[in-house]
């Protein structure tokens, strides 16, 4: 869900970000992500392993944003790789780098550079600074975007390259900074023909000359990530004035990168377009919202992801969920990231939630990789908690399930032989219990050895 114009304050602590290290560098990624052939929930790496995507992401992670009391510069105590060290000790892998289309806010007075492109003037804008010139780019921008992108592949993350955001287009405080704004610029590039105040024009493919201007910005986003492995690309943060803008874009950039040495993922997100618009795109990977007539939503119960889509399933596109969300999004074969306010004043959880939550992400990072996941389906209909992603063959069966209320839990084994191994995990404590060998070939019920939730793997007795 997208941030309201006034929040309650969070003050970003990145004095606990200097004080945290990783022990040890994860390994760079092996090749460009591409749809699994096998398992089209999950992308991989040209390894042939299935690459589950999970981690936090904030605001102002490239770009200086300063007068929001929401959002704090990343570049300042602690600076980027400080950051990196945090997000590692979490066993994240994935972030989302955000972008703001304005240059300052006449409600705040906020301010937030680099932008893609220059302010050369000739005459001010309409915060008495120079103009944009839009036939230019900043190579500030540029070189800052690229820095951080490679500094966070050598990291082992994956990183979702967000070109637009509709926030800087739909509120006048906003727009009156925006670049397109006709007071702003040198071009004589007007992104409110209808004079109303704002610019969501500009992200509807209303105005050529914007469109021209935009894909010449998507093409050099393209041009200065192409030789990295560790890219994304996400084409707006819930710009919701038209899906056939987002599929124009997505075009753009596929079109421009079938010419390119290497070809990455492009993404289409929600709470602007409609789940329906996402799933029915071109993009290789989606992020929906909760809304819909869906019995399952995707924020209280997600749906089992049917390979359709990879779907990285986002908080800023639901809103507020509960510690649970993040194993019962990994069970049901998603990809779920969290919208991290990263300190305890979030008007959407408490601090001891997030943390909750960026724990539980780095635990169903590691079964990801403890598993055989490219052969992991959702299988709600194996246990009786609805929870469970599983492979039950003959020869290396593998059951995961979650109990979100702890107890027991009956687990259908009737596809499987042999022994299969039992552990049992505590989200809460981080703690692992080894059980009694379970024999395949007949339903089985299992009991938690602790209190709360639980995790339950079964896999070969070998592993």
């Given at each position: ?162 070109l637009f955001d509709s926030w800087s287009i739909e509120h006048p405080e906003t727009w009156e900074g925006h670049p397109f704004n006709a007071n702003n610029n040198v071009n004589g590039i007007n992104g409110d023909p209808n004079h109303d105040g704002i610019g969501v024009e500009t992200h509807a493919l209303k105005i050529p000359a914007v469109t021209r201007l935009q894909e010449a910005y998507a093409r050099k986003v393209v041009d200065t990530l192409n030789d990295l492995d560790n890219v994304l690309y996400e084409i707006s943060n819930e710009s919701e004035y038209g899906a056939d803008w987002h599929y124009h874009l997505i075009q753009v950039i ?210």
């Amino acid at each position: 869900m997208f941030r309201p114009l006034r929040l309650c304050p969070v003050v970003l602590l990145f004095l606990q970000l200097s004080t945290v290290s990783a022990t040890a560098d994860d390994a760079s990624a092996a090749g460009p992500l591409r749809v699994h052939p096998d398992n089209s929930r999950y992308f991989t790496d040209g390894s042939g392993r299935a690459v589950y995507l999970t981690g936090s992401h904030t605001w102002a992670n490239v770009q200086d944003v300063a007068g929001y009391d929401w959002v704090a510069n990343i570049s300042g105590a602690g600076g980027f790789d400080a950051y990196l060290d945090w997000l590692h000790s979490y066993n994240h892998n994935f972030i989302r780098l955000w972008i703001l289309e304005h240059a300052w806010d006449a409600k705040e007075t906020a301010t937030i550079a680099p932008l893609p492109w220059p302010r050369t003037g000739p005459g001010q804008g309409l915060d008495g600074k120079p103009r944009f010139d839009l036939s230019k780019f900043d190579p500030a921008y540029f070189e800052r975007l690229q820095s951080r992108v490679a500094a966070a592949g050598k990291r082992g993350f994956y990183v979702s390259v967000m070109l637009f955001d509709s926030w800087s287009i739909e509120h006048p405080e906003t727009w009156e900074g925006h670049p397109f704004n006709a007071n702003n610029n040198v071009n004589g590039i007007n992104g409110d023909p209808n004079h109303d105040g704002i610019g969501v024009e500009t992200h509807a493919l209303k105005i050529p000359a914007v469109t021209r201007l935009q894909e010449a910005y998507a093409r050099k986003v393209v041009d200065t990530l192409n030789d990295l492995d560790n890219v994304l690309y996400e084409i707006s943060n819930e710009s919701e004035y038209g899906a056939d803008w987002h599929y124009h874009l997505i075009q753009v950039i596929k079109n421009h990168e079938a010419l390119k040495t290497k070809q990455h993922p492009v993404g289409m997100t929600g709470a602007g377009p409609t789940n329906a618009e996402l799933f029915q795109s071109k993009a290789d990977w989606i992020s929906p919202d909760a809304r819909g007539p869906r019995k399952d939503s995707y924020k209280t119960n997600p749906p089992a992801a049917d390979g359709a889509k990879v779907i990285i399933l986002d908080t800023d596109h639901l809103g507020a969920v509960k510690p649970t969300w993040v194993w019962k999004s990994f069970v049901r074969g998603h990809n779920p990231i969290l919208m991290d306010w990263m300190d305890k004043r979030s008007p959407w959880y408490t601090a001891a939630d997030q943390e909750a939550m960026r724990k539980a992400m780095g635990d169903t990072r590691r079964y990801a990789e403890k598993t055989n996941l490219a052969a992991l389906t959702p299988r709600s209909d194996l246990a009786s908690t609805t929870y469970c992603l599983a492979n039950p063959a003959k020869q290396d069966a593998e059951y995961l399930v979650y109990l979100p209320e702890g107890g027991t839990v009956q687990v259908d084994l009737n596809g499987s032989e042999g022994s299969l191994a039992v552990e049992w995990f505590n989200p809460k404590t981080g703690n692992t219990t080894a059980g009694e060998n379970a024999a395949g070939g007949s339903s089985q019920q299992f009991r938690a050895p602790f209190a709360g939730d639980a995790v339950l793997y079964l896999g070969g007795s070998n592993r």
